[in-house]
């Protein structure tokens, strides 16, 4: 079995990459997840991952004459199966996003739950590929009608070519009374349910910094339980793996929106 979320956002700095790995963490103690990195432009996985120093990364995959094995981009990093992306420009030009779909559909064979932290605009083919490569999409939102209204277009896009939405997270919540408010119009316009809200937490900060996850840094903080609430709130739905694989090999290239 396998099921493939794009974890998205219409917008950067809703913490969407924390919340790939939170939700990976979580998921971990019941599926083999693996958790990829698909931000090819703006890489952060390897920064939350204690990955910085990674020898091979999904940009060697994406190259032309790559000469790495998939296998060789996947570490084995509290508990899950991770494949960070480098940060290097010159490699994201060099990077070929068709590639994307032969590496995914490889991982899609080995895994229970496949992860893609994506990129936070849906300006170019790199940004769409993984929300079309998605059976659905977990988007990231803080708390504001402006923010909702970002998260729409991405669920807009993903229904366009047949992504459904597994749900919406809101993240780095200041006021859980505002966020009430936002999450009952939501409930109205996606197609998911509110999966959690999770509070604005300086121990996902600190965990950033460390290098490792929040939910590995301060488990028993509020956001850690908002976390493996959304996770829990996640309905993982069974596929089969060689008919999900080959569906991200056949997987038509976007044009940009």
Known sequence: M???????????????????VALGMALAEEYDVTV?????????LLFHTGLTDADTTLHDLLVADADAAV????????????????????AFEDADPDRLRSVVAELAADTDVLLLDSPAALGSKSAVLPVVLADRAVVVLQPTIPALSDGLKVQEYAHS????TAGVVFNKVHDPEEAAGVAEKTERYFEGPTLASVPDSDAA??????GVPLLAHAPDSEAARAYRE???????RAGESDAVADRFRSAVIPDSP
Do not use: I
Request: with cysteine; charged share 20%.
């Open 205 to 210: 900060r600190a965990a950033r910094r460390e």
């Open 230 to 236: 959304a996770a829990a709130n996640l309905d993982v």
């Open 161 to 164: 070519y047949g992504t459904g």
């Open 36 to 44: 990829v990195d698909a931000d090819t432009g703006m890489a952060n």
């Open 2 to 20: 396998v099921e493939a979320f794009a974890v998205a956002s219409g917008k950067g700095g809703t913490g969407k990459t924390t919340t790939t």
């Open 71 to 90: 296998s060789d981009a996947v570490y084995d990093r509290f508990g899950m199966s991770v494949v960070p992306c480098g940060t290097s420009l010159a």
